[in-house]
Nanobody, 124 residues
Framework: QVQLVESGGGLVQAGGSLRLSCAAS????????VGWFRQAPGKERDFVAG????????DYADSVKGRFTISRDNAKNTVFLQMNSLKPEDTAVYYC?????????????????WGQGTQVTVSS
């Protein structure tokens, strides 16, 4: 099992920044890829960004490319999502997820481990 705990969400004005953290523990060998997903009310849970622990390769959804940056601190088993130039449409619950693959999957069905989520609200 892999345990994931997100933090860092909150309320911010449009154009502002937030940094989300995802602390991983447990069988971290089962978390070769860590992804961030988000779910707005009434919508599907969508891929935002992903990173491979070992090589640091990353992938981003087109909607956040150039504004969000995913990174990791291997020593602390923590993955970060730096979100800049936030827009009201970024408002959602953000989830951290782990998958035992190195192909940076975007499908949430391939991620067996999930955190509890953290709310991000961007006001206009």
């Amino acid at each position: 099992q892999v345990q994931l705990v997100e933090s860092g969400g909150g309320l911010v004005q449009a154009g502002g920044s937030l940094r989300l953290s995802c602390a991983a523990s447990g069988r971290t060998v089962s978390s070769n890829t860590v992804g961030w997903f988000r779910q707005a009310p009434g919508k599907e849970r969508d891929f935002v960004a992903g990173i491979i622990w070992s090589g640091g390769n990353t992938d981003y959804a087109d909607s956040v490319k150039g504004r969000f940056t995913i990174s990791r601190d291997n020593a602390k088993n923590t993955v970060f999502l730096q979100m800049n130039s936030l827009k009201p449409e970024d408002t959602a619950v953000y989830y951290c997820a782990a998958a035992p693959y190195t192909g940076l999957p975007r499908s949430r069905q391939l991620y067996p481990f999930w955190g509890q989520g953290t709310q991000v609200t961007v006001s206009s």
